[in-house]
């Protein structure tokens, strides 16, 4: 039960925040790091200065407009920050440790003991335990805007949209965090480690053009094609796979993820296919079932031994997590 309730809350942050999210987005993105600081604790004193040293007064707070245009006062140094979404790896790529976030949904991550400190404060999140820990900001990863009237009386709260590509976020999280260099010089090198990595890919016999499908199953023997969230968007870059003509309709229709029947899976197959790993034991069944079926059998990608599997909470479209995936993509690919 505990499993399909981690896999029911993965996908209801997808439906919650995505459905609205994706529509307000443009297609891009990847993610690793060279220069990047190490973790510290979202706390750590913020530099002061004295009129007496400067002849000028430190402000502590500033105007921020939100993701969901909200005129924010928030402290020009976050000390206590909250952070409530599914991409709390962005924030530990910057060297920011959170108090407070939404922890089932860490669970599994390849981030999940990095932030064995940091506190829960539910999911929907729990203005009680978030004012419990004093936090002086809080990051809601949400549109929603019954919860952000009750969440904001806690703490500054500024909405951020999770499904933006990851440059963007690296940069609205920079400004927040005064990191605008930090952030600047993580998507440098990034953008530098996934286009040498592509390229080595290529070398390796990825031909140019090649298709990729990203699938997986929910409890209930229901199938899913992903476009627009977690590995896909690692995947369909420039200088990386392309989606299938029916893949691609979804991104421009601004579509995360569709449910679809066994029956029209041969449709939106590509030339390689992605597997996530679902987490609760029923979707694991299915997907075993499924792998088995004739249909599956049938398509060129499977007959050509070009399938390949990741676990569904690794496979984020977090900062950490396309590091750890710039390293793993190739080995799996490679095998």
């Known amino acids: 039960m505990k ?8 996908l209801c942050m997808i439906v919650l925040m995505g459905a609205f999210v994706i529509a307000c987005n443009s297609k891009g993105s990847d993610s690793p ?7 510290k604790p979202s706390e750590t004193p ?4 004295t009129e007496a040293a400067t002849g000028t007064t430190e402000n502590t707070t500033r105007k ?5 245009k909200h005129e924010v006062e928030v402290p020009t140094h976050p000390q206590r920050v909250i952070y ?17 976030g939404f922890m089932e949904s860490i669970q599994g991550t390849i981030y999940e003991d990095k932030v064995k400190e940091v506190q829960d404060v539910g999911f929907p999140i729990s203005a009680e335990k978030s004012l419990a820990l004093e936090p002086d ?8 805007e019954k919860q952000y009237e009750q969440i904001s009386k806690v703490a500054p709260t500024v909405t951020f949209n999770t499904f933006d590509p990851l440059e963007d976020r690296m940069r609205i999280l920079g400004d927040l965090f005064d990191k605008k260099k930090e952030a600047e010089d993580w998507i440098a090198a990034h953008t530098l480690k996934t286009q040498e990595m592509w390229k080595k890919l290529k070398e390796a016999g990825m031909k ?3 298709t990729a499908s990203v699938f997986t199953m929910y409890p209930g023997n229901r199938l899913f094609v992903m476009a627009g969230a977690g590995l896909p968007q690692f995947l369909y870059t420039a200088d990386g796979f392309k989606p299938t003509p029916k893949i691609e309709e979804m991104i421009k229709d601004k579509k995360g993820f569709v449910e679809i029947s066994t029956e029209v899976l ?29 249909l599956w059998l049938n398509l060129p990608a499977v007959k050509e031994g070009k399938v390949y599997t990741f676990e569904i909470l690794k496979a984020g479209s977090d900062a950490t997590s396309r590091e750890w995936l710039l390293e793993e993509l190739p080995k799996v690919l490679n095998k």
């Not at 499993?3 to 993965?10: E, I, L, N």
């Not at 913020?46 to 200065?49: D, H, L, R």
């Not at 900001?137 to 929603?144: C, K, P, T, V």
């Open 3 to 10: 499993q399909a309730r981690k896999m029911t809350t993965v």
């Open 33 to 39: 790091k060279e220069t990047t600081s190490s973790v």
């Open 46 to 49: 913020a530099p002061q200065q």
């Open 64 to 68: 921020f407009t939100d993701w969901t």
């Open 84 to 100: 409530h979404g599914e991409t709390m790896g962005d924030l530990l790529a910057l060297g920011v440790m959170p108090i407070g």
């Open 137 to 144: 900001l809080i990051i809601f990863g949400n549109s929603d």
């Open 208 to 210: 140019p053009g090649e």
């Open 266 to 294: 041969s449709e939106y197959a590509g030339d390689r296919i992605f597997l996530l790993e679902p987490v609760p034991p029923e979707a694991k069944q299915s997907q075993s079932e499924l792998v088995k079926s004739q």
